[in-house]
């Protein structure tokens, strides 16, 4: 195993993807689509004050839960958050801090807003507002944004675009290549360690988990995250972005160093797994809208695989 902040020699692990169920071209995977099992209960708050590092705030689990009011760890990072970033606006519009985290990073479950440009964000929330986007498969967190934008106004839209637009991104996430990962389990909508010690073989997969998963947890927006992919797939990656098919090279859209122009986003330092299911749901023809007949030429003859190493290769790079 290694961590991998560079191109390495391309090499593929057929043994450790034939250990694993195989999947269908064709069918969303689960490990980047995670569904909580039927018989899953969240923990109940016991009114233990929560902390993390560098911060001197602390917040119960019932206010880390609670929609309308984003938890601020690190007031430092970031410019006054405005009214619908912090606390939103009751019953319908919920604080974009509380998913998106205080200053923008998101997590595999979500986007990364901070650094993106603000016609880009408008552009997107309308976009989940008309139906225009969506999931190859239902999911909770793409049900709460639509919920949400069809309730935003332009004027409170305007104002968070803004302000996550003028943040600095920075990247959250250590790549690491393997043949092994750690058993892991959904916790709600994400992937977590299993605390056994237990490893499997990747084979066709990403796993992407929190370094701290009570850090993740309780919303701390400088939370880490480590995504295993399988050994090979950032070369791979990289040639697949430079190809000379001007249909599918990625800086000819995302600037020559894939991070974004003013009509599309940052690609580099993402989380693996949001980048994934965006290929994946252009390939479905789940997510449409402006840029998806852009990014059809370029999804339409891609493999799992190819999908997997493109994502591996962006989220190691600098943001």
């Known amino acids: 195993m290694r961590i991998c902040g560079a191109p390495l020699a391309l090499s593929f692990v057929l043994l450790a993807a034939a250990a694993l169920p195989a999947h269908s071209?064709?069918?969303?995977?689960?490990?980047?689509?995670?569904?909580?099992?039927?018989?899953?209960?969240?923990?109940?708050?016991?009114?233990?004050?929560?902390?993390?590092?560098?911060?001197?705030?602390?917040?119960?689990?019932?206010?880390?839960?609670?929609?309308?009011?984003?938890?601020?760890?690190?007031?430092?990072?970031?410019?006054?958050?405005?009214?619908?970033?912090?606390?939103?606006?009751?019953?319908?519009?919920?604080?974009c801090g509380v998913c998106h985290r205080a200053d923008g990073p998101g997590g595999p479950e979500n986007a990364s807003l901070f650094g993106l440009s603000a016609e880009y964000v408008i552009q997107q929330t309308?976009?989940?507002?008309?139906?225009?986007?969506?999931?190859?498969?239902?999911?909770?967190?793409?049900?709460?944004?639509?919920?949400?934008?069809?309730?935003?106004t332009e004027q409170e839209l305007r104002e968070a675009a803004d302000y996550?637009?003028?943040?600095?991104?920075?990247?959250?996430?250590?790549?690491?290549e393997t043949d092994t990962v750690p058993k892991t389990h959904v916790r709600d909508l994400f992937l977590a360690r299993i605390d056994d010690?237990?490893?499997?073989?990747?084979?066709?997969?990403?796993i992407e988990i929190p370094e701290k998963v009570e850090y993740f947890v309780s919303r701390d927006s400088r939370a880490r995250f480590i995504a295993y992919v399988p050994l090979g797939s950032i070369e791979k990656g990289r040639l697949l972005a430079a190809s000379s098919n001007l249909r599918v090279q990625c800086a000819a859209c995302h600037g020559a160093d894939l991070k974004g122009t003013a009509v599309a986003p940052r690609i580099a330092a993402r989380s693996p797994t949001y980048a994934f299911?965006?290929?994946?749901?252009?390939?479905?023809?789940?997510?449409?809208?402006?840029?998806?007949?852009?990014?059809?030429?370029?999804v339409e003859n891609l493999s799992i695989e190819d999908m997997i190493a493109l994502a591996a290769y962006t989220a190691s790079l600098t943001p």
């Open 277 to 298: 299911r965006q290929l994946f749901d252009f390939k479905t023809g789940a997510r449409k809208g402006a840029n998806s007949e852009l990014m059809k030429p370029v």
């Open 164 to 176: 996550f637009a003028s943040i600095k991104p920075r990247s959250n996430i250590a790549v690491t």
């Open 126 to 152: 309308v976009e989940f507002k008309t139906g225009l986007r969506t999931n190859s498969v239902p999911r909770v967190a793409t049900d709460l944004m639509i919920k949400a934008s069809k309730g935003v």
């Open 25 to 95: 071209e064709d069918s969303p995977p689960a490990w980047a689509y995670p569904v909580n099992p039927p018989n899953f209960q969240r923990a109940p708050d016991d009114g233990t004050i929560r902390q993390v590092p560098d911060s001197t705030a602390g917040f119960t689990l019932t206010q880390l839960r609670d929609l309308f009011a984003a938890p601020d760890w690190h007031p430092e990072d970031h410019p006054p958050m405005p009214a619908i970033v912090a606390t939103g606006r009751k019953p319908d519009v919920f604080a």
């Open 197 to 206: 010690g237990e490893k499997e073989p990747i084979g066709e997969r990403i």
